[in-house]
């Protein structure tokens, strides 16, 4: 090589190198901050960049309710950003697959950095197997308790210091010192002894449960990190949750679970908000909106504060036990990123003092940093602003971090918990005690914590093995549809054979790759333990045993799911057929009335289960203030006697809180698509020839004669397929159950599809997930075949008889 080409070659890889090492760095940054925290979390982003040139931020926000999932379906995609918020009942699962970085190693590289300056509890919560994989960003203490200083002042009591303490019944003699006490006198009735003032109302049912299991020494599991016993059945446990459902039912001092998830935009912060509650308890994150919504000087604003949660007497010792559940969040280090020390230096920055003041400021989130939860702006100084100085008594956010307790960690938790979460609707509602409604979910946690603990020693799986197998079931298929033929095909109608072939060359490669493909794989995967981001484990038919004889929700699901159908599909058919009927007229404009039934069936499913998820609200519902009236004492022609036999439970119709309920609620709202059964009956009615009508009349029929002896026969086809593809539909219901009920209360609207998903990306068993598609995938083969058998009675016109 001539030496002008050598130095040409170097001059270009030495440009190359200088190019790459100057190049710009852009990192992914996840979070789940709502749109306070967007704001906020967005200005860090930029002021990180100011101070770091070179280094750009990809801000990615995903809602919390499908952040774990996405985040999964990320990692196991090699998709995963550099950098993802997390908090400490999530991180085990990614650090356990290795799909995070342990911090340790990074600690030396950023002058000044010190781990022991951030709040010890939320840091020992995020180190596991003894490596620190989260750098915690905010932690968020639930034993707050907001409280209405006038409210207080009307009912002569004196604002709470946080030295109190709650029994099973109020104290008198402790007044203002027994938080059962002070709840019972700032709650208020009317004439007619219905509620008008509570004295208290929780963000949600939990966050006063634990405070009142924690507080009592107990737990709800025997190991946060590596758990092998749930105790909710303890004596203890049993009788809080009781005690609290009792408090809203019986006493009606706390709203009840009707009450809480009703209020208008189902949030029990409204409650206080409007001055029906007097007592709010909640994290700090409620701060904002607390601030745009009680404006100094406007008509909705009142005097607020804060103070601790209530602690409890010790039977044994005398002394006050001060516990209660927290949350927290953090940055963690995906293994897949490239750029380490840069994510590093993101990291540091977004949970170190520049994005915890610009967090504080903003009054979002409690700094992980001891010293700045002490110090403006998050404890309210001579400087800070008027507006920002709400609540003033935030050192108690700082004194409630001594008595955190976090939810245990371990990756298998979320999903034995909600067995029992399950329950806790119906105890609230007054459906099942509690004692009997965790004794149930016991016995089905304990079968599932036995496979998970057995899972953990299976075999690998063998892959090429179900390659071979996979390729072997591709080969009989085409030799099924292409094999050869008896008849020796010409020359002409080879060549036209081969023609046919490549044209259709891109759907056959579409429906290998796309459809049979991914089918195949789903067989081999129901053998399998796997969560698609470790090594698959061979189990055999494990999977097909434990749904049928082990999973104690694979019977109940697919009973909901029956039972759906039983009464969704023939209502929805007889409702479609009427509408049909009654649009086969010719009048003027019907084709907007068509128009005008057929669209409620093009609308968005997730959209009109928001929209009739405040329709079914118990209170301030469209649908009860039909029945019962707008002053919710009417009864629509014995409607509302009838719903409350039903529900077993007074007062207007709780339609998504209720057990018995909550099912023919969604029967109900399955009407609002029968347009689309309807399009097809009136096409089979627009397809029956006028003349059968016209013999009709003349043999004298009346309208009923006609329909039995021309319509119905004549229209069957159009029914039969109407039937078919409406039970298959109604086996692969999702949605609506998905948005409106999460499958509560108490499994009643946990159908077949949604176990799968919970199974598939909430529990991460792709492989026991892929198991119950194919047993769903058999049962509605099953039951199409049966349904076949009713096309002997299927009236063909154009078929010989």
Known sequence: MRPSVRFACC?????????????????????????????????????????????????????????????????????????????PKMYQGFARRGACVSLDGFFGQTPDFRIDDYYKPIVDVHRFEGKLYVLPRDIAPIGLIYYNKRLFKEAGLAYPDGTWTWDWKPRPELKEKDFTWVIQQLSKRDAKGKPVQWGFVPAWTRAFADTVVYSQGLRYVDDPVHPTRWNWTDPGIVKAYQWIADLGMKEQWIPSSTEISNVLMSSSDKLFLEQKAAMFQCGIWAVPAFRKALKPGSKEWFDWDITLAPGHIDPRTGKAVRAAPTGGSGYAMMSSCRHQKEAWLLTTWMAGPPAMRLMAKAGLAQPAIKRLALEE????????????????????????????????????????????????????????????????????????????????????????????????????????????????????????????????????????????????????????????????????????????????????????????????????????????????????????????????????????????????????????????????HGDLFGIGWLLEKIAGAPGPANWLGNERLALPALVLMSLWGAGSGMVILLAGLQGIPQFYYEAATLDGAGPWQKFKAVTFPLLTPSLFFTLVTGVIASFQIFTQAFVMTSGGPNDSTRFFILHLYNQAFEALRMGYSSALAWILFAVILVFTALQWRLNRYVHYEAEAK
């Open 377 to 632: 702006p998050w404890v309210p100084g001579p400087s800070t602003p008027e507006d920002q100085r709400y609540p003033p008594s935030r050192k108690f956010t700082d004194e409630a971090v001594a008595s955190v307790v976090f939810d245990p960690t371990a990756d298998y938790y979320l999903e034995l918990n909600t067995y029992y979460e399950s329950k806790v609707d119906s105890v609230m509602a007054g459906t099942l005690t509690a004692e009997r409604a965790f004794s149930l979910a016991d016995n089905d946690a304990k079968i599932r914590l036995r496979q998970i603990l057995n899972q953990q020693s299976l075999p690998p799986f063998n892959w090429p093995f179900a390659a071979i197998g996979g390729t072997a079931v591709v080969a009989g298929v085409l030799l099924w549809l292409y094999g050869p033929r008896q008849r020796k095909l010409s020359l002409a109608e080879r060549k036209e054979n081969r023609a046919a072939y490549g044209f259709l060359l891109p759907w056959i490669i579409g429906a290998l790759a796309l459809t049979l493909g991914p089918m195949i794989l789903s067989l081999f995967m129901s053998l399998a333990d796997w969560d698609i981001m470790t090594p698959a484990h061979w189990r055999g038919v494990g999977n097909y045993t434990e749904a049928f004889s082990q999973d104690p929700r694979f019977w109940g699901s697919l009973r909901v799911t029956a039972l759906y159908t039983v009464f969704a599909v023939p209502l929805g058919l007889v409702v479609s057929l009427a509408m049909a009927l009654l649009l086969n007229t010719k009048v003027k404009g019907i084709a907007l009335y068509r128009t005008c039934f057929y669209l409620p069936a093009l609308a968005s499913t997730v959209a009109t289960s928001l929209v009739f998820k405040k329709l079914f609200q118990a209170e301030g519902g469209l649908i009860n203030s039909v029945i019962y009236g707008g002053d919710g």
């Open 11 to 87: 001059l270009a890889s030495v440009v190359a190198l200088c190019s790459v090492a100057t190049a710009d760095v852009t990192l992914r940054l996840v979070v789940w901050d709502g749109d306070d925290g967007l704001g906020v979390v967005r200005q860090a982003a930029k002021e990180f960049e100011a101070a770091h040139p070179g280094i750009h931020v990809r801000l990615e926000n995903v809602p919390y309710g499908q952040y774990a999932t996405k985040l999964l379906a990320q990692v196991a995609a090699g998709a995963s950003p550099d950098v993802a918020m997390m908090e």
